[in-house]
């Protein structure tokens, strides 16, 4: 049994004596089900601990833990799935489930045969409880549909690392200046290692006080070649100096340089995953500055000059990519609920505010959380500092602030302090986003001209959505000639956040498709290199990749009239 439920023990045996006022601040209870999954759903007031749901599967009270009606034969608490053991309180654990809980709704969904659900009987009863303060549901009877969970098809997870774009673990160049990349290296980085992004922090120290050379300039965009031909993309930092006497450019200069760098970020877009603020201070990370207000004490005037640097940085790049700002504060100073402003945390777990990052953890955490679901949260580790930086603290501040992209190669102590405590893979799979198809249902047959009717079942086990525009289409693949048709979907895969997630959309068959048979696959292309399967997204399960195309298999065959 978790120590949560353990927890939990006394606090529901005395508060289940009082007489709780049935639905009391709960709202909207519900259960809908497919033919292989459950969904349970409830609205709520504040921010409670706990969120749970009673499950009676079969419908008697003289079974299972007595809880408002029902004989609880299984419990959902938060993200995991028990099974009654007997007794007053004693669950055995069965493991992890898709659940998330914002915006005052706690959704959890769950396979049919995880609770012994074999449509005999075929309904269940049902209690939503949160805490605290504890709020319990009157009973809810679910009759099922879709049929047993033998029906529709299902998929098989992966525990692989995933060379995805856009995320994970990354490789560092402090260096990208100085010497041309290799492709072959950066190419390695992906098939060998399952790295996708490399820092490139470009100085530009010999030009504090003139233009960049044009030599600096073809350097740059050598870079970018080297990263598009290996299927890499790029964390992109200017900064003038490495030296704590901050030994910056003032600001008109840095603009200029701005108005050179343009025609290469923009032109290069597609292989820049995010951009870091930088150009302020030593390695760009905006505290030792000769010129924008040095070790935080900052000025009105500084602080306009700041502003004046990031708002040209957003200017010259596409307005799908986003500047990420080294600390909190910057941005709520400067731009308060800018969506294309992120955060890059460069000293991670090192102290009680991760090396100044946090001025006041209080308001600091809930607000980065909250921030964290639509922009960008990058960075590294910079010293070993147990156990803050040890597994529990690390892979609990990973998921909540939504975590994206991680360097591997600083600092090493903190990563190998996580590979010894057994977290180290977890965090390899779970930055950024790690998207699973659970269950798919899809007709045998669709004629020309008319509605093909899908429904894909997916999960985001990582711990963030996907950050840069992605498409997401059905494609049907004559199984005769190999011909491809894309149908886009509806849905952004940047609203995917950690959870679970259904696909439902009914697309139109050309009329101008040939008579045949298709099997479907689903594409999670970038718009900005369509052609490449390697910058497509791969599912997190087995036999379904298809790495010369960039499709994932949904193992269905249509027959299209």
């Given at each position: 049994?978790?120590?949560i ?13 009082a ?50 009606g029902?004989?609880?034969d ?5 993200g ?40 005999s ?15 319990t ?27 995805n ?11 990208c ?35 960049i ?13 080297a ?22 450019a ?29 150009f ?35 200017s ?31 000293c ?58 991680l ?43 008319s ?31 190999g011909?491809?048709?894309?149908l ?13 997630h ?16 298709y099997a ?24 379904l ?17």
């Amino acid at each position: 049994m978790s120590k949560i439920v353990q927890g939990l023990v006394v606090a529901l045996a005395a508060t289940c004596v009082a007489a709780v006022p049935a639905g009391a601040a709960i709202t909207a209870p519900s259960v809908t089900s497919t033919a292989t999954t459950v969904t349970y759903q409830v609205g709520h007031t504040g921010t409670p601990e706990f969120a749970r749901v009673y499950v009676d599967v079969d419908r008697s009270t003289a079974t299972g833990y007595a809880q408002h009606g029902v004989g609880a034969d299984y419990l959902l608490e938060n993200g995991w799935l028990y099974r009654h053991a007997g007794g007053d309180w004693s669950w055995t654990q069965l493991g992890q489930v898709p659940f998330t809980s914002s915006g005052g709704t706690a959704r959890w969904e769950v396979q049919r045969a995880a609770i012994g659900e074999q449509a005999s009987p075929n309904d269940a009863d049902v209690v939503f409880q949160v805490e605290a303060p504890m709020e319990t549901s009157a009973k809810l009877t679910h009759t099922y549909t879709g049929g047993g969970s033998g029906s529709g098809t299902v998929y098989q997870p992966s525990t692989a690392n995933i060379a995805n774009p856009e995320r994970g673990l990354y490789r560092y160049s402090g260096d990208c200046d100085k010497s041309d990349f290799s492709v072959d290296v950066l190419r390695q980085y992906r098939e060998a290692q399952g790295i996708t992004l490399v820092m490139c922090v470009f100085y530009l120290a010999e030009y504090r006080n003139a233009p960049i050379a044009q030599t600096a300039l073809d350097r740059l965009q050598r870079q970018f070649t080297a990263a598009r031909a290996a299927g890499v993309k790029f964390v992109v930092r200017f900064a003038y100096t490495t030296a704590e006497s901050g030994d910056d450019a003032p600001k008109d200069r840095v603009l200029s340089h701005l108005d050179q760098l343009a025609p290469y970020l923009r032109a290069n877009a597609d292989v820049i995953g995010v951009v870091q603020a930088g150009f302020v201070g030593a390695w760009g990370e905006w505290y030792y500055t000769r010129n924008f207000g040095d070790l935080g004490v900052i000025s009105s005037t500084d602080w306009a000059n700041r502003k004046a640097v990031v708002d040209k940085l957003l200017s010259v790049l596409p307005a799908d990519r986003a500047v990420q700002l080294r600390t909190l504060a910057y941005k709520r100073t400067m731009f308060p609920g800018n969506a294309r402003l992120g955060h890059h945390n460069d000293c991670f777990l090192a102290s009680p505010t991760d090396m100044g990052t946090y001025e006041n953890t209080s308001v600091d955490y809930p607000y980065l959380e909250n921030e964290t679901r639509t922009v960008p949260m990058g960075g590294e580790t910079c010293g070993v500092n147990a156990p803050r930086s040890d597994c529990p603290t690390a892979t609990a501040e990973l998921s909540r602030f939504h975590w994206t992209y991680l360097n591997t190669d600083f600092h090493q102590g903190v990563l190998q302090s996580w590979a010894d405590q057994g977290c180290l893979a977890e965090v390899t799979n779970r930055l950024g986003y790690r998207l699973t198809l659970r269950d798919g249902s899809f007709p045998a047959t669709a004629a020309r001209g008319s509605g093909l009717a899908v429904r894909i079942g997916l999960t985001n086990d990582g711990y963030a959505a996907p950050v840069n525009p992605r498409g997401a289409a059905l494609v049907l693949r004559n199984t005769s000639t190999g011909a491809v048709t894309r149908l886009p979907l509806g849905a952004d895969p940047r609203t995917w956040q950690p959870g679970a997630h259904t696909v439902a959309q009914t697309v139109t068959v050309p009329s101008s498709l040939a008579p045949g048979s298709y099997a479907l696959l689903l594409e999670l292309a970038d718009p900005a290199l369509p052609n490449r399967p390697e910058y497509s997204v791969r599912t997190a399960n087995t036999g379904l990749w298809e790495a010369s195309t960039g499709l994932n298999d949904l193992r269905h065959t249509v027959t299209v009239s």
